[in-house]
């Protein structure tokens, strides 16, 4: 068990009175005007809020057992913020014509837009009825090769005007929406002699030129442009470490939590039950050997009935902006549990006495040794909340939608009113304890493997510079003047290192010699980095869109964490031309322009953690590279103990997750 120091000593809670603690309906206790006033000023505007919310609290009676609002009382889920209409340019907009793709939900952002792969990915996704976003650094350019593509019914293509290599052109508002990433952004490599503005030189692919670097230098653009890629996108599409909601690490945890959470108890309805949420410093110890001590929120105070009350809670502030949790799953907390019953709820709406989503879920004590650590992880996937109104379920409104729904803020409440009249069996009056080492919004095993939230397209090559024993003379001119080009394949590396370690679910497609001949010519795909030769940009633009793609969607979804090569079987000698295109498509069963290739069996079985990488002087070639660590695991929650909780009934008790 957690060893539960003296509250009175770490807090200013004050113990209830023996009437407090037992008094449901007798001797009411004094109500605390200023504590109450405090609460709301904390959450509220108090120009704006005091006076409506006085009205409503007593109008409408208690807090956790009142009526529910009426439908224009503002309570129905907010629509997801969208970017500032000054950052954006739309070119295309379809999307009254038709509901937005079940199989690409959401905005598709594309770096390097206006190179060769990266138009004809956009291209391919508007056909697809995508929503598309376009990050481009020239808007003229991107206007000339962009505006007026086909589309389908259903998509839109709008242009964010920003630069990788400036993080401060990269402002949030401009990738609200954002789903899924599609990298095509590289260093800028010309010609020594020129180069026309269609830059047909480099396009061809095949001739060698002299070669030199035309703009940014390659650690800007591929090494620090990915990682700022990587902070602005990494919590809108999802990766294992989840989005924050609470984070009890980091060297100004404490004040974090004291300026974004606050205590909501009963105090609101005129009861006396008092908590707080803080950091307990330095960490909350084992509960025995094998325990691990964690830094941790303490959610913790003192729950009484008194004055019909009956209920403690902490909430955050409103989230700005709030937190889009479309690409995640549900909610995940690590607990040491106290065998009590509390309510996650999550609020969608600004005003803070709306509508919010619930679930209960026991914090069941874990106990360590026995491979135990003494922590539960709970998962509360988003279809368990149910929405309610102080304490009663809405049965006319749906369940919280992830996709239509950012979080506003988010609480934590331990209450002696479950739902609908009924009574916490779990309740105890009195002290309580309960450390929170994180709260986030989760992606599950399954959604991973949907299909990869960043594709990047890198270079084949990338790893041999520094491979041992590799004669430079017979590799691709980019191996030889690696150094002559500001390292440029090292950089390339550097760059998908940084994809490999941010736990999002990635591909990284390294083509070989990149041509303009037409789609359809054999390909082989490969691990390891050993591949030579040429590969169409056709071929590899609808590559990087099936990767996107659930298997069941026609895509490659099951190709999560993969890295590897492709080139044709084509000769660089020989052209591959429309019409052997035609016959070679028509062979593997493709009917028309429209219809992709079936990648998944071109490609083969890849496999993930590949890089092919030299570590400590020793090449990995086509065994896992040993700094991969699979981020999702086998399946589910991580921690020793742990339990998920089931869909929400509407019309039924809330189901409670057990170990």
């Excluded at 009861?271 to 929120?297: I, K, N």
């Amino acid at each position: 068990m957690l060893a539960r120091p003296s509250l009175a000593a770490k807090t200013k809670i004050q113990r209830p009175t023996t009437t407090q603690q037992t008094n449901a309906g007798g001797d009411r206790q004094p109500w605390d005007l200023g504590r109450f006033a405090r609460t709301v000023v904390f959450f509220n505007d108090p120009a704006r809020a005091v006076s409506g919310f006085l009205q409503r609290m007593f109008g409408g009676g208690n807090a956790e057992g009142g009526r529910a609002p009426s439908a224009a009382s503002g309570a129905s889920g907010a629509a997801t913020p969208s970017a500032s209409a000054a950052a954006l340019i739309t070119l295309i907009d379809r999307t009254a014509e038709r509901p937005p793709s079940s199989l690409l939900p959401g905005v598709t952002l594309v770096t390097g837009a206006t190179g060769g792969v990266g138009r004809r990915v956009v291209s391919l996704l508007l056909a697809r009825g995508a929503r598309v976003r376009a990050l481009v650094r020239d808007v003229p350019k991107a206007r000339r090769l962009l505006d007026g593509l086909p589309s389908a019914p259903g998509a839109s293509l709008e242009l964010l005007p920003a630069d990788l290599t400036q993080p401060a052109t990269l402002a949030p508002a401009g990738f609200a929406g954002v789903r899924r990433v599609v990298s095509c952004a590289s260093t800028v490599v010309q010609p020594k002699e020129g180069d026309d503005e269609r830059r047909s030189k480099y396009m061809q692919g095949i001739a060698f030129f002299d070669p030199e670097i035309a703009s940014d230098a390659p650690v800007d653009v591929e090494l620090r442009g990915m990682q700022a890629l990587l902070e602005r996108v990494a919590p809108l599409v999802g990766g294992a470490g989840g989005l924050p909601l609470l984070d009890a690490e980091g060297p100004d945890a404490a004040a974090r939590l004291r300026e974004r959470w606050g205590a909501l108890d009963d105090i609101v309805m005129g009861g006396v039950s008092e908590s707080s949420l803080a950091l307990l410093s330095p960490s909350v110890p084992g509960a025995g050997p094998g325990a691990a001590a964690r830094p941790a929120a303490v959610f913790r105070g003192l729950v009484s009935t008194a004055n019909n009350g009956g209920f403690a809670s902490v909430r955050s502030r409103n989230f700005e902006p709030p937190c889009d949790v479309s690409a995640y799953d549900g909610v995940e907390l690590l607990v040491r549990g106290d065998g009590q019953r509390y309510k996650a709820i999550l609020r969608p709406d600004a005003p803070w006495d709306g509508v919010g989503y619930c679930c209960s879920f026991v914090a069941t004590e874990a106990r360590a040794g026995a491979g135990g650590d003494g922590w539960t992880t709970v998962r509360l996937p988003f279809a368990s909340f149910a929405p309610v109104f102080r304490a009663r379920r809405l049965a006319d409104k749906p369940a919280f939608d992830p996709s239509t729904q950012p979080i506003t803020s988010v609480q934590l409440m331990l209450s002696k009113f479950e739902y609908d009249g009924e009574l916490s069996p779990e309740f105890r009056e009195g002290a309580f304890e309960l450390p929170i080492a994180s709260m986030r919004a989760y992606t599950s095993t399954a959604s991973a493997d949907a299909g990869a939230r960043v594709v990047h397209v890198s270079s084949a090559g990338v790893t041999r510079p520094d491979r041992p024993g590799i004669d430079v003379d017979k590799e691709p001119p980019a191996v030889k003047l690696n150094d002559a080009l500001g390292g440029l394949l090292t950089y390339k590396l550097a760059g998908e290192q940084a994809i490999r370690a941010s736990g999002l679910p990635f591909a990284v497609v390294r083509p070989c010699a990149l041509t303009e001949e037409p789609r359809g010519m054999p390909v082989q795909a490969g691990q390891g980095d050993v591949l030579k030769g040429k590969i169409g940009r056709d071929d590899v633009a609808e590559l990087c869109v099936q990767l996107l793609l659930p298997s069941g969607g026609g895509g490659s979804g099951a190709l999560r964490d993969v890295t590897f090569e492709i080139k044709s079987e084509v000769p660089f000698s020989q052209p591959w031309t429309q019409e052997a295109s035609a016959e070679a498509l028509a062979a593997e069963g493709v009917a028309g322009a429209d219809q992709p290739r079936d990648w998944p069996r071109l490609l083969g079985g890849l496999r993930r953690g590949v890089t092919g990488r030299t570590v400590d002087g020793a090449y990995t070639g086509e065994g896992p590279d040993p700094s991969y660590v699979d981020p999702f695991g086998a399946d589910g929650p991580s921690s020793a103990s742990s339990f998920v909780v089931g869909p929400a009934p509407q019309a039924a008790r809330q189901p409670v997750g057990r170990v």
